[in-house]
């Protein structure tokens, strides 16, 4: 659904993400006892009695000083305020009020956004009262005192807060596709969501580990809605210290575990890298659909073999997941980035894809004819009886044979190659799984005594 949207607008450190992972019911946004670690906008869906929206944590406010990433953090706040139905401002009861308060309320009061004043932090009931009375002064209606950690409060909060959110069937439905953007640091991930959006979505500075969070948004391109992740750039384990970074590749872990289509950014200057090899296996384990997206294309010297020599390469490196589509680009330039969503839709449908019994036992009986199925040494030739597609996400198919052990390596990919070339599935894993007459004469035994008991 394209659900309204609420933004949490704050100071560094008052407990903004703490208090959106409560309101959400989950932890995905990053929390560390650290000033910044929230940078761009960070959106997650939640729900109040019928009311359904979508929150968006920002990074921490700070409007008198333009060192590091702080310019740029409150062109993020502002960018959410202006797409938001309404805004909850928090600010920390145990600090009481400050200068900075006082700058974000008077900003606050001159927007056409309705705003809640949620004093954070306040973890005892009675003295919650107490300390949230400090903050009338701000001029906001009345602040409602609460605690991110142990959740009180909260209810009262969401109560004030849906009169504002419009009703669940004034709400389009969409259905959309999730694709993660993932690869190392520095390979133009955020560059490349921008491109996409046509706006500054997330930050993008020559600093590694600029993004942290894994951070959503909505896109819609012709007929299709897109909800882009974008995620912090994954280094190798063992540089990688406990704190925001650690937790910003878990989130990339899980944008591509949550995935239809995973793209993985390469950096064409690099070439494919020993960590792009890792992340492009990892993407295989959890059966994603995947395209790669080779970046700053534009910075390459060409002529008229450049490309498929390149092509080659990457492929060669990344022969694990040859079925990936490949596509070269410019997010800078905005080089061929309209087309990479033309290459999700193919890898998204293919990914959904079911195929029927009878055509898969077509291909495999005329797969047969051209390459029988090897002879052991004891003289015992490996049958295959028929297949099943028992899933999808990704397509996954159940070949009954009379013993997989006599089915090598080279004749099982000989098998899937000849699915894909007579049925495509371009840009998905495919999960052939060899099951043994006498793994299911066993199975069979067992619910024939255990029946019988």
Same mark, same amino acid.
């Given at each position: 659904?394209?659900?309204?949207?609420?933004?949490?607008?704050?100071?560094?450190?008052? !407990?903004?993400?703490?208090?959106?992972?409560?309101?959400?019911? /989950?932890?995905?946004?990053?929390?560390? /006892?650290?000033?910044? @670690?929230?940078?761009?906008?960070?959106?997650? $869906? %939640? &729900?109040?009695?019928?009311?359904?929206?979508?929150?968006?944590?920002?990074g921490g406010l700070v409007f008198d000083d333009d060192t590091e990433f702080l310019p740029l953090i409150?062109?993020? %706040?502002?960018?959410?305020?202006?797409?938001?139905? %309404?805004?909850?401002?928090?600010?920390?009861? $145990?600090?009481?009020?400050?200068?900075? /308060?006082?700058?974000?309320?008077?900003?606050?009061?001159? $927007?056409?956004?309705? @705003?809640?004043? %949620?004093?954070?932090?306040?973890?005892?009931?009675?003295?919650?009262?107490?300390?949230?009375?400090? &903050?009338?002064?701000?001029?906001?209606?009345?602040?409602?005192? @609460?605690? !991110?950690?142990? !959740?009180?409060?909260?209810?009262?909060?969401?109560?004030?807060?849906?009169?504002?959110?419009?009703?669940?069937?004034?709400?389009?439905?969409?259905?959309?596709?999730?694709?993660?953007?993932?690869?190392?640091?520095? @390979?133009?991930?955020?560059?490349?969501?921008?491109?996409?959006?046509g706006e500054t979505r997330s930050i993008v500075s020559p600093i590694s580990g600029t993004t942290r969070d894994a951070i959503d948004m909505v896109v819609q391109h012709q007929d299709r809605t897109y909800r882009l992740i974008d995620t912090a750039g994954i280094r190798k384990k063992k540089n990688?210290?406990?704190?925001?970074?650690?937790?910003? *590749?878990?989130?990339?872990?899980?944008?591509?575990?949550?995935?239809?289509?995973?793209?993985?950014v390469v950096d064409a200057i690099d070439g494919v890298t020993e960590q792009d090899q890792k992340l492009a296996g990892r993407i295989e384990e959890e059966g994603r659909a995947c395209v790669i997206v080779v970046n700053k294309w534009d910075a390459i010297e060409k002529d008229n073999h450049t490309i498929y020599e390149h092509e080659k390469l990457v492929k060669d490196r990344l022969y694990f997941i040859e079925w990936a589509e490949t596509i070269f680009v410019s997010a800078l330039t905005g080089q061929?980035?309209?087309? *990479?969503?033309?290459?999700?839709n193919i890898a998204a449908e293919e990914h959904l894809r079911r195929v029927s019994t009878a055509v898969i036992n077509e291909v495999l009986q005329e797969a047969i004819s051209w390459h029988s199925p090897p002879t052991s040494r004891q003289g015992r030739q490996g049958k295959i009886y028929y297949g099943t597609q028992v899933r999808s996400q990704p397509p996954t198919i159940v070949l009954f044979v009379n013993d997989r052990d006599r089915f090598n390596e080279n004749y099982r990919r000989y098998i899937e190659s000849q699915f894909r070339q007579q049925l495509g599935f371009r840009g998905t894993p495919l999960r052939l799984m060899w099951r043994s007459k006498k793994v299911r004469e066993m199975e069979r035994n067992n619910v024939n005594r255990a029946t019988r008991v």
């Open positions: 659904m394209s659900l309204p949207i609420v933004a949490i607008i704050g100071r560094p450190n008052v !407990g903004k993400s703490t208090l959106a992972n409560r309101l959400a019911g /989950d932890n995905d946004a990053i929390v560390h /006892d650290e000033p910044g @670690v929230t940078r761009d906008r960070t959106y997650r $869906q %939640a &729900f109040w009695r019928d009311r359904e929206f979508t929150i968006v944590d920002t409150r062109e993020q %706040a502002m960018l959410a305020l202006s797409e938001a139905s %309404a805004a909850i401002f928090i600010v920390d009861g $145990q600090a009481g009020l400050t200068t900075g /308060d006082e700058t974000i309320a008077e900003w606050l009061r001159q $927007q056409p956004v309705p @705003v809640l004043l %949620a004093v954070n932090k306040c973890e005892s009931p009675q003295q919650g009262l107490i300390q949230a009375s400090e &903050f009338w002064q701000l001029g906001l209606d009345e602040p409602f005192p @609460v605690s !991110g950690i142990h !959740g009180s409060g909260t209810g009262e909060l969401l109560d004030q807060l849906i009169t504002h959110l419009p009703a669940a069937d004034e709400i389009a439905e969409t259905n959309e596709i999730k694709v993660a953007i993932v690869g190392r640091p520095n @390979v133009g991930k955020s560059s490349l969501l921008n491109a996409f959006v990688v210290e406990y704190g925001p970074e650690f937790f910003g *590749i878990n989130r990339a872990f899980k944008a591509i575990r949550r995935a239809d289509v995973v793209l993985l061929r980035v309209e087309k *990479i969503l033309d290459l999700v």
